[in-house]
């Protein structure tokens, strides 16, 4: 049996059509974490329908639908803008730096929370794969009253197109790999000298063989809270990661009040987790994709 772990290939989506109303969502791991929300924001809560587990089979639905009118169900998403929803969820790349900051900034209210420049450019660099982005074109012209941090850092859809338009990030998720079953201090970290020293020989951050992924962002921009987005790319990544066969279990951390939350996505709650990051106080959760769940912790 190869010691060499599949790389994680999350395929490019496009949407035509927004999906069912979500309440405040804004969640994060930002090192394995999930943090608080709705207030500016820290946290990811979604009472809204679930989203069908078959994504796949959503898209292609969706894609074969591109002119007609748009659902019922996505009224709540497009009411908040004042441009047409198209999301185009793609894996991310360094080039999406700028964007991840500044979506990560806006999201969490507590800057211990917040996953650092030096953390994305790790992550970034290393596990590119694992990562995935909600994107949507926006004309700047025409989105009158569309502001948040991301708009600024969004890069031209095209070179030289006349509109200007740009390729805006919505939401997030970071994840990386670990050969523990949890989201541990040491998977949340990363060695400080990852830009000269290859491969990861300290233990930190990234294992590239581990069989576990451990979630550590899903943001939302808190403007575009409460309809859904968090719900959609937790259900994009969540297929792929199961149909690619590149890991074993999902793995994260949350505050108590998330708890609920992350069950609804088939998480299951471990137990008070041993974490101390941003000031400890997580659960750990975790997403069995086959065999038996890690034990509970005392």
């Known amino acids: 049996m190869s010691d060499s772990p599949k790389k994680a290939t999350i395929v490019k989506e496009s949407w035509d059509e927004p999906l069912p109303n979500e309440t405040k969502t804004k969640t994060q791991t930002s090192a394995g974490s999930t943090s608080n ?16 587990d078959d994504f796949a089979e959503v898209q292609k639905t969706i894609s074969g639908e591109r002119r007609r009118r748009q659902s019922k169900h996505i009224k709540g998403i497009q009411d908040l803008l004042s441009f047409p929803f198209s999301p185009n969820i793609r ?23 917040r996953c650092s420049r030096e953390k994305f450019e790790y992550r970034l660099g290393v596990c590119p794969e694992l990562c995935l982005g909600v994107f949507c074109t926006v004309i700047p012209g025409k989105a009158k009253g569309f502001e948040i941090n991301t708009l600024r850092t969004a890069h031209p859809v095209e070179t030289g197109r006349k509109d200007g338009a740009v390729s805006v990030m919505m939401a997030h998720i970071i994840s990386t790999r670990s050969n523990e079953e949890l989201v541990t201090d040491q998977a949340m970290d990363y060695p400080r000298d990852f830009k000269t020293r290859e491969p990861n020989t300290a233990g930190l951050g990234h ?11 899903l943001a939302v921009d808190p403007k575009l809270q409460g309809c859904g987005m968090g719900k959609l ?7 792929q990661v199961k149909n690619s066969n590149l890991a ?6 949350a505050q108590g009040y998330l708890v609920n939350y992350y069950k609804r996505f088939g998480f299951k709650h471990v137990g008070p987790s041993k974490a101390s990051f941003g000031g400890g106080g997580w659960h750990d959760m975790t997403f069995e994709l086959g065999g038996s769940p890690p034990k509970q912790n005392d």
């Open 37 to 52: 929300a709705g207030r500016a924001t820290d946290d990811a809560v979604d009472d809204s329908e679930d989203l069908p």
């Open 91 to 113: 894996p991310l790349t360094i080039s999406d730096l700028e964007s991840c900051i500044g979506l990560e900034d806006a999201a969490f209210a507590n800057p211990a929370h």
């Open 207 to 217: 294992q590239e063989t581990g069989r576990t992924i451990c979630i550590h962002s």
């Open 233 to 239: 790319i937790m259900k994009a990544y969540l297929q």
């Open 248 to 253: 074993d279990r999902l793995s994260l951390i």
